[in-house]
């Protein structure tokens, strides 16, 4: 029997970073998304919890027989 099974999780990740004194908070936001985007805060991320939001399993039987079974946490925040 083949099985596909999806996974999703919510990663909380958390960099330390040096940020140029006397910036306002928008400034700030500005300086942290710039460095994102640019690639320069990825190495920097350690993962520190994975959340588990929703898994859903399709047992494949044929090629136009599925059947699904999904399970899903309630996510509440």
Request: proline share 1%; charged share 25%; net charge negative.
């Amino acid at each position: 029997m083949k099985v596909i099974v999806t996974v999703v999780e919510k990663i909380t990740s958390e960099a330390h970073i040096d940020i140029p004194d006397g910036l306002n908070k928008s400034a700030i936001k500005q300086h942290i998304v710039d460095r994102y985007n640019a690639g320069e805060m990825v190495t920097d991320m350690n993962i520190f919890q994975i959340d588990f939001e929703f898994i859903s399993a399709r047992i494949v039987q044929g090629q136009a027989d599925t059947n699904s079974i999904s399970s899903e946490k309630e996510v509440i925040g």
